[in-house]
């Protein structure tokens, strides 16, 4: 158990890769992200939602990157191999605790991996959310509103669930109120 925390403390050295491609200053790490995506979890307010399964597909679902680090579509890795170092790197990990939580936590994560249940699919919506408010404050703190557009333009048509479009909208609106505001600094500079 104690290598498992060990390997899974990990998480909170590894950087966003997307971030770090981007050159921001300080970025999150895994760890940061995957804890704002269990915030959200615990935060949904649908009542067909099991919020604890969310909770807990939102701790396991980038757990693999402690050890693969995060690889992100510019690194040329297909989806199947990341996949598959992700997969190999989960059972490890998982080979270090007790077999029910064994099974549990791998069963998690492929859940996650395969979008099977409405849980996974919503909490793949947090993991989008999660990265398009995070690059509006990276906007927000560089004073560089539309500088992370891609993060944004990735997303499109991605969300689905009601609580997570009236957020997608409100920080659509704020971020527009941001470039906007960029605009008009920029011109009276």
């Known amino acids: 158990m104690l290598r498992f925390m060990k390997l899974i403390g990990q998480l909170k050295r590894v950087p966003r890769t997307g971030w770090v491609y981007r050159n921001v200053k300080d970025p999150e790490s895994v760890s940061d992200h995957m804890y704002r995506m269990a915030m959200m979890s615990l935060t949904i307010t649908d009542p067909t939602v099991d919020r604890d399964r969310c909770i ?11 050890i693969v680090g995060d690889i992100a579509p510019s690194d040329n890795v297909s989806k199947e191999e990341k996949h598959r170092r992700e997969k190999a790197t989960v059972r490890h990990l998982t080979s270090l605790l007790p077999e029910g939580l064994r099974q549990e936590i791998f069963g998690l ?4 991996e395969n979008r099977s249940s409405p849980e996974a699919r919503l909490v793949k ?65």
């Open 56 to 66: 807990k597909l939102a701790l396991v679902h980038d757990m693999a990157e402690c």
């Open 109 to 112: 994560w492929e859940e996650y």
């Open 125 to 189: 919506q947090f993991d989008l959310l999660e990265m398009i408010l995070q690059a509006h404050e990276y906007e927000e703190l560089e004073a560089s509103p539309g500088r992370l557009q891609e993060f944004f333009d990735s997303t499109s048509g991605a969300f689905h669930h009601p609580d997570v479009l009236q957020l997608v909208s409100s920080l659509s609106e704020e971020r527009g109120r941001h470039m906007t505001d960029g605009i008009k600094n920029s011109v009276n500079s």
